[in-house]
C-alpha cells in the first residue's frame, strides 16, 4: 500500500487485469517449514484462514544462512502469477507490514528486514556484508527465496535460468527466452510478473531493484525515494552546524508558506498544489512576530535552498523548512556506514572535507540506483513510477525531480515517455500524512501497464477520515509537471472538480 493506501477488496473490483486462472497450493504450508531455498532457512510456516477482505495465505519466516536477514512471504490460497516485493525505511532492521491488498490482487507478496535486526543502524557499524545488504543485496537474495518458495508451494518452475539455477523447459518443451521476472505455471506456461513497491529507503530500494536486478522485476513504484543518498547524508549532517528553529517555529513558518500561495491552484484548501508558482524568500517573507534569530532566519534559508559543493548541485533544496530527525539521520549514516566509526563528532563536519569520503563510500556499497540502470531497465520496455509529497520534512521532492531529469536524459525522452511516470502529490509529507490526500495504491495501475500495455495517466487520492475511515476529500494525483487546479465549478472535495494543468507564470 503506497501512503496508507486503502486495501482493495478484490482483483475484479480494481479494475486490475486479470492474470489468467488461479493457481491453487501442490503443497501443505506445513511442509515449506523444513526448506532451505536460496540459502534462506524457513524458520516459521503458518497457514493463515481467509477473511472476509482477506484471502487465506501461507505465511513463512525465514532467515539468510549465517546472517540476520529475516524474511518473510505470504503465498495466498489462489495465486494469479503476481509477485510483490515490499521495501523497508530508515535503517531498516525489522520486517515491514505487508498489505494485505497484495494478497487480493492474487500476488504473492514478500518483505525483508534490510539485512539485519537494529532498527538503530548500528548493527551495519564495521559490519561490511550487512551494509551490502542494507544496500541492495538482499533485494536479490528475497527475490530468489520467494519465486523459489512459490515454486514448491504451486508446483511450478522458474521463468528461465539464472546463475542460481538451471534452464527448465516450457510444456511444449523449448526452453523460455522471454522476461526473467517470476516464476511461471508451469501446467500452463503462463509467464507471470514482479513488482517492487517501497517508500523512502524502500523507494531507494525500488530503483535500485530496477537499476541492478532488471531480470527479477517487471515494474517498481519508489515512493519519496533516499536515491541521492551521498547528497543526503551531506544536506542532512550539514543540519549540525544550523541554528534550526523549533518546531512551533517552523509550523508558523509553514503556515505562512500556505497563507501566501494556497489559492494560486485555484481554492484555498490549506494545501498548495501549484508548487512551481511559489517563491518564498525566508529572508523578507517570514514575519517578525513568529521571533526568529537572524541565526535561525538564515538556518531556514539555507534548507531552502540547494546544497552546492564544488561548484555543483550535491541536493537540492527543500520547499519547506521542516522538522524531524533527519541531522540524526545523517549522522547515524555517517557513523554506521560512511566512516565506521561510533565516536565521530558531527561539529567537525564540513562538506568540502567529507563530500568526497561519502561518495566513495557510498559508491563502493553502490546504495545509490545509477541512471544509467534505471535507463537500461526502461529500455527492456520495464516500467517505473515515482512519486513524492510536496510537503515532505525529511527528504526533497525537489531533488527526486532532479534526479528524475538525469534518469530521462540517459533514456531519452521517448523511452522515458513510455516507460516511466513522475508523481508529485501536494500537501503530502515523508510517504504519508500532512494535509494531502495521502491514500492511494499505484500497484494496479502499475499491474495494468505492465501486463495490459494500459498506460496510467491521472491516480485518484483520498484523505481519510482517522475517525470513520471514510474519504474527507479526493484529489487527483496528477503527471509531473502538471498540478491539480480546481476548474471553479463543482464540490471541492471531489476529484472530479479538479484539472490537472501546468503551472503558468
Given at each position: 500500500m503506497v501512503a496508507g493506501g486503502a486495501a482493495l477488496a478484490t482483483a475484479a473490483e480494481s479494475?486490475?487485469?486479470a492474470a489468467g486462472a488461479a493457481l491453487t497450493p501442490a503443497a501443505d504450508c506445513a511442509a515449506l517449514g523444513a526448506l532451505t531455498l536460496a540459502d534462506v532457512q524457513v524458520?516459521?510456516?503458518t497457514e493463515v484462514a481467509a477473511t472476509a477482505s482477506v484471502p487465506g495465505y501461507c505465511r513463512i519466516l525465514g532467515t539468510e544462512v549465517g546472517t540476520e536477514h529475516d524474511l518473510e512471504v505470504r503465498l495466498p490460497d489462489e495465486w494469479l502469477n503476481r509477485y510483490v516485493q515490499n521495501g523497508g525505511g530508515g535503517f531498516d532492521g525489522r520486517i515491514p507490514s505487508i498489505p494485505d491488498s497484495q494478497l487480493s490482487l492474487g500476488a504473492v507478496a514478500a518483505a525483508n528486514n534490510g539485512g539485519h535486526r537494529d532498527p538503530s543502524g548500528a548493527a551495519l557499524l564495521g559490519n561490511p556484508e550487512a551494509q551490502a545488504r542494507y544496500a541492495h543485496t538482499a533485494i536479490e537474495t528475497t527475490a530468489r527465496f520467494s519465486k523459489e518458495l512459490a515454486a514448491r508451494y504451486y508446483g511450478a518452475v522458474p521463468v528461465k535460468a539464472r546463475a542460481y539455477g538451471h534452464a527448465f523447459g516450457h510444456a511444449n518443451g523449448t526452453v523460455n527466452q522471454g522476461r526473467g521476472a517470476a516464476p511461471f505455471n508451469a501446467r500452463t506456461a503462463e509467464p507471470s510478473y514482479s513488482y517492487y513497491v517501497g517508500c523512502s529507503n524502500g523507494g531507494r530500494g525500488a530503483l535500485n531493484a530496477a537499476a541492478k536486478y532488471s531480470d527479477e522485476?517487471?515494474?517498481?513504484?519508489?515512493?519519496?525515494?533516499?536515491?541521492?543518498?551521498?547528497?543526503?547524508?551531506?544536506a542532512w549532517t550539514r543540519m549540525a552546524k544550523l541554528a534550526l528553529p523549533s518546531a512551533e517555529e517552523v509550523a508558523a513558518i509553514e503556515?505562512?508558506?500556505?497563507?501566501?500561495?494556497?489559492?494560486?491552484?485555484?481554492?484555498?484548501?490549506?494545501i498548495v498544489s501549484n508548487m512551481e508558482a511559489v517563491d518564498f524568500d525566508p529572508s523578507t517573507d517570514i514575519p517578525g512576530e513568529i521571533g526568529l534569530t537572524a541565526a535561525e532566519t538564515?538556518?531556514?534559508?539555507?534548507?531552502?535552498?540547494?546544497?552546492?559543493?564544488f561548484g555543483e548541485t550535491i541536493y537540492s533544496r527543500y520547499s519547506v523548512p521542516g522538522a524531524g530527525d533527519r541531522y540524526g539521520l545523517g549522522v547515524g549514516h555517517?557513523?554506521?556506514?560512511v566512516l565506521n566509526d561510533?565516536?565521530?563528532?558531527?561539529?567537525?563536519?564540513?562538506?568540502?572535507?567529507?563530500?568526497?569520503?561519502?561518495?566513495?563510500?557510498?559508491?563502493?556499497?553502490g546504495s545509490n540506483a545509477s541512471a544509467q540502470g534505471l535507463a537500461d531497465f526502461m529500455d527492456e520496455g520495464k516500467k517505473v513510477m515515482v512519486w513524492h509529497g510536496t510537503a515532505d520534512p525529511l527528504l526533497s521532492e525537489n531533488d527526486?525531480?532532479?534526479?528524475?531529469?538525469?534518469?530521462?536524459?540517459?533514456?531519452?525522452d521517448s523511452v522515458a515517455d513510455d516507460n516511466s511516470r513522475l508523481y508529485l502529490a501536494p500537501g503530502v509529507a515523508h510517504c504519508r500524512g500532512g494535509e494531502g490526500a495521502d491514500n492511494f495504491d499505484l500497484l494496479p495501475a502499475m499491474i495494468d501497464w505492465v501486463e495490459g500495455d494500459l498506460a496510467p495517466g491521472t491516480v485518484i487520492a483520498s484523505k481519510l477520515d482517522p475517525a470513520t475511515g471514510g474519504a474527507l476529500f479526493t484529489r487527483p494525483l496528477c503527471e509531473y509537471p502538471t498540478y491539480p487546479r480546481y476548474s471553479g465549478v463543482g464540490d471541492t472535495n471531489d476529484a472530479a472538480s479538479f484539472d490537472c494543468v501546468e503551472n503558468t507564470p
Open positions: 479494475g486490475v487485469r524458520t516459521a510456516a522485476f517487471d515494474g517498481v513504484i519508489a515512493g519519496a525515494p533516499t536515491q541521492n543518498l551521498d547528497g543526503q547524508i551531506a503556515a505562512v508558506i500556505v497563507a501566501k500561495y494556497d489559492a494560486l491552484d485555484g481554492l484555498k484548501d490549506g538564515e538556518a531556514v534559508a539555507a534548507v531552502m535552498s540547494d546544497v552546492v559543493a555517517m557513523r554506521n556506514l561510533p565516536t565521530w563528532d558531527p561539529s567537525t563536519f564540513d562538506i568540502q572535507t567529507y563530500l568526497p569520503t561519502i561518495q566513495e563510500a557510498i559508491g563502493t556499497l527526486t525531480v532532479r534526479e528524475w531529469y538525469e534518469v530521462r536524459e540517459a533514456a531519452g
